[in-house]
């Protein structure tokens, strides 16, 4: 090993805790980046949606999931239309608060409380915050098809892909420390984007929600559940995060 090399390994900035303060800096601005972004496409998506100019866009895709003969008939045999309705349960509050009590109880079990902590508050209030936004907004649900499922609130946004955004992304954050290979931390925020877009395209194809709804959903889920994260992480700014964006330097 070279002196020049022994002098990188000893500067300041290149030790495990430096390095560890760097990936944190890091991982606030794209948490920032990410809030955002999706901030933006909500709100402009509120202001086409108030202004009539979805109406379009919207009727277009609820009827290409329905058979052109027979609007009650949504596309695909059967099958798929149970399919569909057992994917718009992962969406749905009692799956999603079973889910989240079970999870609570385990990292608490572990050790984990800030883990569980975090993922019980997230989600809790991304559920207000989606209620809220119903109840702002106030749109009709969609009276072009018959429903498939059953609603009683408005439309705007979707609460099953506000609150599973919220759900399964905040899950992801939460297993992200415990992951140290980059390819499966993506792979882990990929599938809990999938499965809340999943979870909102059902609900356009049981005919509950324009698409418009779901999409203003996913953004308002993903900015709340990326905006708790990045809350978790400056209020502890002595210590590691509760949820970190970067792997853990202890054991290397």
């Known amino acids: 090993m070279t002196t020049s090399d022994?002098?990188?390994?000893?500067?300041?900035?290149?030790?495990?805790?430096?390095?560890?303060?760097?990936?944190?800096?890091?991982?606030?601005?794209?948490?920032?980046?990410?809030?955002?972004?999706?901030?933006?496409?909500?709100?402009?998506?509120?202001?086409?949606?108030?202004?009539?100019?979805?109406?379009?866009?919207?009727?277009?895709?609820?009827?290409?999931?329905?058979?052109p003969a027979d609007l009650a008939d949504p596309w695909g045999p059967p099958w798929f239309e149970d399919i569909m309705f057992d994917y718009t349960v992962l969406g749905g509050y009692t799956f999603l608060v079973t889910l989240a009590v079970v999870l609570a109880v385990g990292l608490a079990a572990v050790g984990q409380g800030a883990a569980a902590l975090f993922f019980a508050l997230t989600l809790t209030s991304g559920t207000a915050v989606a209620q809220l936004a119903k109840a702002a907004f106030d749109r009709a649900r969609p009276d072009l098809v018959d429903h498939l499922d059953r609603t009683m609130t408005s439309s705007f946004p979707s609460a099953h892909a506000t609150v599973s955004m919220v759900a399964y992304l905040a899950l992801a954050l939460a297993l992200l420390r415990a992951v140290e290979r980059p390819a499966?931390?993506?792979?882990?925020?990929?599938?809990?984007?999938?499965?809340?877009?999943?979870?909102?395209?059902?609900?356009?194809?049981?005919?509950?929600?324009?698409?418009?709804?779901?999409?203003?959903g996913w953004c308002l889920g993903a900015a709340w559940a990326v905006l708790c994260w990045l809350m978790a992480d400056l209020l502890r700014p002595g210590e590691a995060a509760p949820i970190s964006l970067q792997p853990e330097e202890a054991g290397r």
Request: aromatic share 10%; with cysteine.
């Open 6 to 67: 022994l002098l990188l390994q000893s500067s300041p900035a290149n030790t495990p805790a430096a390095r560890a303060a760097s990936g944190r800096r890091g991982g606030r601005w794209w948490a920032v980046f990410v809030i955002i972004g999706c901030m933006t496409v909500f709100a402009l998506v509120a202001v086409a949606v108030s202004q009539g100019w979805t109406a379009a866009f919207d009727e277009a895709i609820v009827r290409a999931l329905r058979s």
């Open 184 to 216: 499966f931390r993506v792979y882990i925020v990929a599938t809990g984007l999938a499965l809340s877009l999943i979870v909102g395209i059902s609900r356009v194809y049981l005919g509950v929600h324009w698409p418009s709804d779901v999409l203003a």
